[in-house]
């Protein structure tokens, strides 16, 4: 099954193509400029350049989130359209899992964390058993200090919420935190091809209708609307 993968939670997004064969394209970039700008132009990049044509996909995997607002909303908007356009199945998948998707044979607890502003981080926890991920804690919306006090063991962190809460992870835990090397900190479309790929192939796909962004907490724009502020 040839599966598309979409991933924009992160100012690193990207899209892959993957099938039982392995993975045939991905495009990647972590610099500033918006999905609305890059991702059709990426999505069309990748199925060019593995000389397919892009009715030859046969499910569309996508990132869920948490992650940015922004970001998601146009993952999710145009995995939405792709797949009733192309009468294709539609799954989503959780950022923070595709993440630790990626550290495969990891013999350490993996915990993802993306920065989610206002001195919080998203995070979870999760172990790979075998050729299965183990989620250990829900994802959550947390201050460092409260993600800190639940680490007792090393801990493989990853993510763009190591740019700022790095030092204070290691300041704080020591030997106990570990960082991967520089190219494996981030998300990865194919990861996220993967996992969509997997559900697929177990006959499973989401309601387009009811797939919507796992923010984990409310959107300044919600905020806004009803009248609170954020803390």
Same mark, same amino acid.
Request: glycine fraction near 12%.
């Given at each position: ?5 979409? &991933?924009?939670?992160?100012?690193? =997004?990207?899209?892959?193509?993957? +099938? &039982?064969?392995?993975l045939l394209s991905e495009y990647?970039?972590?610099? !500033?400029?918006? /999905? ?34 922004? =970001?998601?909303? @146009?993952?999710? +908007?145009?995995? !939405?359209?792709?797949? @009733? ?6 799954? #989503? ?12 044979? *990891?013999?350490?607890?993996? *915990? ?6 206002? %001195?919080?981080?998203? *995070? ?9 991920? @183990?989620?250990?804690?829900? &994802? ?20 763009? =919420? ?7 992870? !290691? ?24 996992? =969509? /790929?997997?559900?697929?192939?177990? %006959?499973? /796909?989401?309601?387009?209708? #009811? ?7 409310? +959107?300044?724009?919600?905020? !806004? ?7």
């Amino acid at each position: 099954m040839l599966v598309l993968g979409i &991933e924009t939670s992160t100012m690193q =997004g990207g899209v892959a193509l993957l +099938s &039982e064969q392995g993975l045939l394209s991905e495009y990647l970039l972590n610099v !500033k400029a918006t /999905h609305t700008e890059r991702l059709l132009p990426s999505i069309d990049r990748v199925v060019r350049d593995a000389g397919i044509a892009l009715s030859q996909v046969e499910g569309i995997a996508v990132a869920t989130g948490p992650g940015s607002f922004t =970001g998601l909303r @146009i993952g999710l +908007s145009t995995a !939405k359209g792709l797949a @009733i356009a192309a009468g294709r199945p539609l799954v #989503g998948v959780s950022t923070l899992q595709a993440m630790a998707w990626t550290l495969s044979f *990891c013999v350490y607890q993996i *915990c993802p964390i993306l920065d989610a502003r206002k %001195g919080e981080i998203y *995070c979870a926890l999760f172990r790979h058993e075998g050729d299965r991920l @183990i989620r250990l804690m829900d &994802e959550a919306a947390l201050s460092p200090d409260l993600l800190v006090a639940r680490i007792r063991e090393r801990t493989v962190f990853l993510g763009d =919420g190591l740019a700022v809460y790095g030092d204070l992870l !290691k300041g704080r835990l020591g030997e106990m935190a570990l960082f991967p090397p520089l190219s494996q900190r981030g998300g990865r479309a194919a990861a996220v091809a993967e996992l =969509g /790929h997997r559900r697929l192939l177990q %006959g499973q /796909h989401d309601e387009i209708s #009811g797939l919507a962004p796992r923010y984990l907490r409310a +959107s300044e724009a919600e905020l !806004k609307r009803l009248g609170t502020h954020a803390h």
